[in-house]
């Protein structure tokens, strides 16, 4: 202790140097904070390994002086926190808060302005955030950029997406950290929206581990009131540095203090899976806002969706024709024979859904100016209340009712938010009076005004307004293409899903990698669920639509496993329902699987390659497993200790056939049973692009499993 006070006070007095260290509660992380030459710093290791090299703190103004330097340690407070929480929904039934934190205020020497870092560390990782107290030299402040660093610690396998201000919606790349500049051409896909802003700039969730085995993920959370973060990357250094989404004028923020910023996250462990299931995001989060949340809960449904995006179908009522009076060529609207969302098809869904057990039906193409958006003008915006012809909403809305079936709100904004939140009012009133309880909201296109983008900070306030205004209504939040979720989920729960990723849909504009859903755990769930619309049968799409060539890149067996891997308290079967038709045996596994968990356990992980998840559904003995597979042929071994001893159970698995191939043989698969404890265990093949899935059942009665093979 006497050599490591005098080591400190040579840092102080000879280099400049102040550091304060802060230790999770197993004392397996570190964080250091240091003041050298006045700037704020901080270092993160993990049992003596460094994850996190001495990297810079601070925000740059515009219009004034920069919070970079020049400061000095006015206090250093230390404290613990240890409690326990029960989310509305969720992948467990109570989530610990565990963690020692250490608040330092820093003021400026010259300018005497005042901000505080607050960092807080877990047992598997680091979160930290910028704090603007009320005070007299700084009150109304335009951030220019944010300059929070991320020194890697080496050339590392990372897992990433390019920076992106208005999509995620691509495939990942996976190479080491350097390899980033020189592959970032092959990741634009003509499906982005723009260009990246830099050769070096990614999108966070990212995902990466190193040469001696750790996995290191880097995140926000608790995204309010600011832009996005993205990372650029100094490729020579491996330091990435925050990059903040710009709006129309190039700036990054207006805030006034008191205010914060979001929580930078650091999540890190040398064991895969406690990666997945940290639940870093979800703490530094605030708890629950609402104090009736009695009308929040998970959903699974149908929908009137893949044929569209197939091309089977249309959203649109009419078609615009081309007709030649005279010497004059005019355009006008004509009725079509494509239009999916009509009378009699949604009566047939909602039949569907009925008989086999799920909540909603999500009809999309109901309402008026799909015709003109796609047609005539992309600055089309929507009133959200005006149904097509062959659209009877009251018949639709008794006949769901009276099937105990309620149909899910559609709203493409097209872009046009303030057009949006005019009409938010009367179109959530119009939900509650239809018995719609949930609705999926959607921003494809340019935001409307020009220049602001997807992810910056107008645009996260209005999605903020959005959630916030459902509530009011009762409604269930469902956000395609909004910035990337960041934990708000916990706080606001009717936030009940999110796509902001490259879903099922793409499987239809050519498709995805094959490993595509062994890394979207790792990365885009980090922040929460995911809508990735899951359950697509018919993976041939010349099947619905001769002019489309895509092929959905997984096998049966595969998307059934993605019920438990991508997890979600919104689950959809996504494909038609004469194509669930002919596979009745494989589809029981969707009607069976649950959406709402007490508890969940991950029995073997690999970003890229593999993920194997068992979750325990509510208020239940039953458990199901899921796995997902990369391009690789793989046995997966598991045991079944986390069953309750001395119970029996009844597993139905779900596995590829031997032949099953996701390119020449997805639909080959076998469904078997066997009889099993908490000591058995199984070694299961898993196809090119496969997978399996398993139901637990517990055994209450022996006549029900006689004849059945007992897996030892």
Not at 407 to 415: A, Q
């Amino acid at each position: 202790m006497r050599k490591f006070l005098i080591a400190q006070l040579f840092l102080v007095l000879v280099l400049g140097v102040q550091a304060e260290e802060l230790k999770s509660p197993n004392g397996q992380l570190s964080m250091v904070f240091e003041l050298v030459d006045g700037a704020p710093t901080y270092q993160l290791s993990y049992k003596g390994k460094a994850v996190i090299k001495e990297s810079r703190l601070g925000l740059e103004l515009k219009d004034a002086e920069h919070l970079l330097t020049d400061f000095k340690i006015s206090s250093v407070d230390q404290s613990s926190f240890d409690d326990t929480w029960e989310p509305v929904w969720g992948e467990t039934k109570v989530i610990r808060n565990h963690y020692n934190e250490m608040a330092v205020t820093l003021q400026q020497k010259t300018s005497e302005r005042i901000i505080l870092v607050r960092f807080r560390l877990f047992d598997d990782g680091l979160g930290f955030r910028y704090e603007f107290p009320e005070q007299e030299h700084m009150s109304y402040f335009v951030i220019k950029e944010e300059r929070t660093q991320f020194a890697m610690a080496g050339d590392h396998k990372t897992f990433w997406i390019p920076g992106d201000y208005d999509t995620q919606e691509y495939d990942y790349m996976e190479s080491k950290l350097s390899e980033i500049r020189g592959l970032m051409d092959k990741a634009i896909t003509p499906n982005a929206s723009q260009t990246p802003f830099s050769a070096t700039g990614v999108q966070t969730a990212l995902m990466m581990k190193s040469a001696d085995g750790l996995y290191i993920n880097l995140h926000e959370a608790a995204l309010l009131d600011y832009a996005c973060m993205h990372l650029e990357l100094d490729d020579d250094e491996l330091v990435f540095e925050s990059h903040l989404t710009p709006d129309a004028r190039g700036d990054k923020g207006y805030l006034q203090a008191p205010c914060t910023s979001p929580w930078r996250t650091v999540i890190v462990s040398d064991d895969a899976a406690d990666i997945l299931m940290s639940n870093i995001t979800l703490n530094l989060n605030e708890p629950c806002a609402y104090d009736d949340v009695s009308w929040i809960e998970p959903v699974k449904y149908i929908g009137v969706w893949w044929e569209m995006i197939t091309g089977k179908g249309s959203w649109s009522y009419t078609d615009v024709a081309s007709v030649k009076l005279g010497e004059t060529d005019y355009s006008k609207t004509v009725p079509n024979d494509t239009h999916s969302a009509n009378n009699t098809k949604v009566k047939r869904y909602i039949d569907f859904a009925a008989e086999h057990g799920f909540d909603a039906v999500l009809v999309e193409g109901w309402n008026e100016g799909w015709e003109d958006w796609f047609g005539k003008s992309k600055d089309y915006v929507f009133d959200f209340v005006t149904p097509y012809p062959d659209f009877d909403v009251e018949m639709l809305r008794d006949y769901a009712k009276s099937k105990g079936v309620r149909i899910m709100m559609h709203h493409e904004t097209s872009g046009s938010v303030r057009n949006y939140e005019r009409h938010m009012d009367q179109a959530y009133q119009f939900m509650a009076d239809n018995n719609y309880n949930s609705v999926k909201s959607g921003y494809v296109g340019d935001i409307i005004p020009r220049g602001e983008t997807h992810y910056g900070q107008w645009m996260v306030n209005h999605y903020q307004y959005a959630i916030e205004k459902a509530a009011e209504y009762k409604v269930m939040v469902n956000a395609h293409e909004a910035v990337r979720p960041t934990g708000l989920c916990r706080t606001y729960p009717n936030l009940i899903g999110n796509e902001s990723a490259r879903g099922t849909e793409y499987e239809a504009f050519g498709g995805n990698n094959v490993n595509h859903t062994t890394i979207l755990p790792f990365t885009r769930q980090i922040g929460g669920p995911m809508d990735y619309t899951p359950g697509i049968f018919e993976t041939d799409v010349s099947q619905y639509n001769p002019n489309n060539g895509s092929r959905v890149r997984t096998t049966i067996a595969r998307q059934l496993a993605l019920y438990v891997t991508m997890y979600s308290p919104l689950q959809m079967a996504a494909d038609l329902p004469e194509t669930y038709a002919k596979h009745l045996d494989a589809f029981q596994f969707i009607k069976d699987v649950a959406i709402d968990w007490d508890e969940t356990i991950v029995l073997e992980a690999e970003p890229g390659d593999y993920i194997t998840y068992a979750r325990k559904e509510k208020g239940t003995e039953n458990w199901f497993v899921g796995r997902t597979n990369d391009d690789q042929v793989r046995d997966s071994n598991i045991r079944f200790d986390f069953l309750t001893p001395g119970k029996k159970y009844l597993a139905t698995v779900y596995s590829d056939a031997k032949d099953a191939h996701w390119e020449t043989n997805p639909k080959a698969y076998e469904i078997k049973q066997y009889v099993v404890s908490n000591k058995s265990k199984l070694t299961q093949r898993c196809a090119e692009g496969g997978g399996y899935a398993i139901s637990l059942t517990e055994v209450t009665d022996n006549k029900t499993i006689k004849g059945i093979k007992r897996l030892k």
